[in-house]
Every structure is written in structure tokens, then in C-alpha cells.
């Protein structure tokens, strides 16, 4: 059984002391757990000051986003050598907040997690399909192109140099999730398109899903045999529920699927 993931992304929210109040309280409740990792994702400009203070901590800390260039002239981007000096190891690439709002292409995210493996970072790609495509039967062909498009090139030589996140995106932030059937069925597609580029590999790697994840939909999600954990949204922003998701994931875990 691969070691489930629970993982929360910020976006833009949160002030900086109800940042660092999360981040100690997540901290404590993770404290002696093994069984499962959590990673949170804080605002980069919280990144340093949240690190810090997580060093005693098994909690995992990482960015929303990356340039790929090493570093030049881009106001306002923050590069991998940026993220790993203030205390982050994992990046989250190609969500479907940076693929629709502000456009990024397949190609300009393979080179984001090109330049993150390159630095150390793992970066956690995002694919995920729209409502129109999946009513159109369309999933598995938008799952491929993503793939296809943001791994091109890269090189992969171990299971935990990427993790992938499945995150169909009429389920992001609408308080409506995929199936328990849906979301396996998708992973299953990526696992399998995975073992036709990585081997056996492919068996090692996790693939979380995402998309409204809450406690009270979270055993059935993470009991899939393809889900290997949750990015989770809107709940990571409440020590409550996302300390329950992880809950859920620790009985899981004991349990086994």
C-alpha cells in the first residue's frame, strides 16, 4: 500500500498569523504520526516564516507555483532556488486555477516541473478535466494530453520524484466532488498511462485526488484502491476538518484498503 498523502493548498487566503496559527496546530495534531504524510501550501510569501517554525514538525512544506527559469527579470515570480531557500520541498504545477485563469499551457508547465526536478523540488502536478469534457466523453483523452504535454522530456527515476493530483475541474471549489467510482476510475487511467512511461515504477507512485475533498466524503475517496491521498482546498483552511481528513486517512491506513 502506498503511503497516503494529505495535502493542503491555501491559494490566497489567510493573513500571516492565522497562517502560522494553522500551520502550529496542524503541527501538533501530526505530531507522531507516521503512517501518513501531510504537506501544507502556504502563501509564498509566508513560505520562510512557516518553515521555520515546522522544523521540529514531519509536516512537509511547499509552494503554489514556480517560474521555470533559474531567475531574471520577472516581476513577480518566484523561482525554485527561491522556494528551497526559504525551507520548501514540494511545488504544486499545473493546477487548473494557473491551466484557465491565467493560461498556462502544457508546454510552459513541463517546464516548471522540469526546472523543479532539476532543483530538488517535487513538484505535485495537477490534471483534471472541464464538465463539458467529461459529459462529452472526453476525460481520458484531456488526462492523456496533459500528461503527455506537462511530462515531456522529464526525467523520472524514482517513484517519489513526482506526485500527481487528479482534480476534475467542475469539482474545484463548487462543493461538488467526483464519484468515489469517477475518481478511481480517472487514477486508474493515469496509473496505467504511468506504467506505459515509468514501468513498474508506476506501481509506486501516488496520485492524489482533489476537488472538494471533505471529512465526510473523505473514506470513500481514499479508500480507492488508485487514491493515494487528497489535495485538499477549501477544508485545509480549518484545522478541524483537515486534521479529520487526516484522521480518516490514518484509520485507512491501519485498516488497509
Known amino acids: 500500500m502506498r503511503k497516503l498523502l494529505i495535502a493542503g493548498n491555501w491559494k490566497m487566503y ?3 498569523e492565522e497562517a502560522l496559527t494553522l500551520a502550529s496546530s496542524i503541527a501538533e495534531y501530526s505530531r507522531g504520526i507516521d503512517s501518513v504524510d501531510v504537506a501544507i501550501f502556504p502563501s509564498a510569501v509566508y513560505l520562510n516564516s512557516i518553515s521555520d517554525n515546522l522544523k521540529q514538525s514531519n509536516i512537509y512544506v511547499g509552494a503554489q507555483n514556480l517560474h521555470p527559469e533559474e531567475e531574471g527579470a520577472f ?3 518566484i523561482s525554485a532556488k527561491m522556494v528551497l531557500t526559504s525551507g520548501g520541498n514540494m511545488v504544486i504545477l499545473g493546477h487548473s486555477e494557473r491551466r484557465h485563469i491565467f493560461g498556462e499551457s502544457n508546454e510552459f508547465i513541463c517546464a ?11 513538484p505535485v502536478l ?15 483523452d484531456v488526462l492523456d494530453s496533459q500528461l503527455s504535454g506537462s511530462l515531456e522530456g522529464a526525467a523520472l527515476t524514482a517513484p517519489n520524484d513526482l506526485i500527481l493530483a487528479y482534480e476534475p475541474v467542475w469539482a474545484i471549489g463548487t462543493g461538488r466532488n ?9 487514477q486508474a487511467f493515469v496509473r496505467d498511462w504511468l506504467s506505459t512511461r515509468c ?3 508506476a506501481e509506486k507512485m501516488r496520485i492524489l485526488y482533489g476537488g472538494s475533498v471533505k471529512p465526510n466524503n473523505a473514506v470513500s ?3 480507492q484502491p488508485d487514491v493515494d491521498g487528497a489535495l485538499v482546498g477549501g477544508a485545509s483552511l480549518k484545522q478541524a476538518s483537515f486534521c479529520d481528513i487526516i484522521k480518516v486517512a490514518v484509520k485507512i491506513t491501519e485498516e488497509g484498503k
Open 14 to 16: 489567510l493573513t500571516f
Open 75 to 77: 516581476t513577480g515570480e
Open 112 to 122: 516548471k516541473v522540469k526546472r523543479a526536478l532539476y532543483s530538488g523540488l517535487t
Open 126 to 140: 495537477c490534471i483534471g478535466e472541464k464538465l463539458g469534457q467529461r459529459d462529452a466523453g472526453q476525460t481520458e
Open 178 to 186: 467526483a464519484t468515489p467510482e469517477q475518481a478511481q476510475e480517472a
Open 199 to 201: 514501468g513498474d515504477m
Open 221 to 223: 475517496l481514499l479508500s
